[in-house]
């Protein structure tokens, strides 16, 4: 079974502060996806990584930042957090090239103060 | 107008009904289409899967894609309780022959079935 987790489940920061949000995947995917829901909104993508160093900005990437050291891990980085942020953000991966399915972690919901 | 769109309801149904959810979409170059199915405070987790028109049956569900009419849907059967979720229509199309997986998502259905 794919396992993908998510450093936090809830986390309440203040404005201004960096906040690092942490995703591990265990199955050796090449690509992996971090977006945030919002109601209404549905699963944005902020920005995703296609290989160890490599990423590409998705829809929504301003205010954020990514890191991708190692294969099995993404960070998400919020540089200087904001009321606007607070959100659920969601880590995926996906699989082999010839699929399109992702896999997600539980979440992390923010609440910036 | 945003790329997919999808009626966030809320949907309500009793126990053993069917249920229809629906999504629309603009873009023409989606080929793989997908219905997540996302329960409180738990991530997404894929529930069908199809590539391109036509429909496919996975025990009570039937996922429907109309390219034509941009148009696909989620046909639930005999609906129960533990079908209560939000349901997430997700497509995504092929870029330059390599496709890095990125999904475009509805708005996300939420659905509660009545005992």
């Known amino acids: 079974d794919v396992k993908v987790t998510q450093s936090s489940r809830y986390l309440v920061k203040r404005t201004g502060e960096k906040v690092f949000l942490e995703c591990v995947q265990d199955?050796?995917?090449?690509?992996m996806f971090w977006y945030r829901q919002d109601p209404g909104l549905g699963l944005r993508l902020i920005y995703f990584?296609?290989?160890?160093?490599?990423?590409e900005k998705g829809d929504i990437p301003e205010g954020y930042s990514v890191s991708r050291e190692k294969k099995e891990r993404f960070s998400l980085i919020l540089e200087s957090a904001s009321t606007n942020q607070t959100s659920m953000y969601l880590c995926a991966s996906r699989g082999p090239f010839f699929s399109e399915t992702q896999y997600f972690g539980p979440g992390t919901r923010l609440l910036v103060l | 107008q945003k790329e997919v769109e999808q009626d966030p309801g809320p949907l309500s149904v009793p126990e053993g009904a069917i249920v229809s959810l629906n999504c629309t979409y603009s873009n023409s170059a989606f080929q793989y289409f997908m219905w997540y199915r996302q329960y409180s405070r738990k991530g997404p987790e894929l529930l069908m899967y199809?590539?391109?028109?036509g429909n496919k049956e996975d025990g009570r569900f039937t996922a429907q894609v109309d390219k034509s009419s941009k148009y696909i849907s989620l046909f639930i059967r005999d609906s129960q309780p533990s079908d209560s979720a939000t349901y997430l229509c997700?497509?995504?199309?092929?870029?330059?022959?390599?496709?890095?997986?990125?999904?475009?998502f509805g708005q996300g259905t939420i659905l509660t079935v009545h005992p």
């Open positions: 997700a497509m995504s199309r092929t870029t330059g022959g390599t496709s890095y997986g990125k999904l475009t």
């Open positions: 199955m050796d995917h090449e690509n």
């Open positions: 199809t590539y391109s028109s």
């Open positions: 990584s296609y290989d160890v160093k490599m990423k």
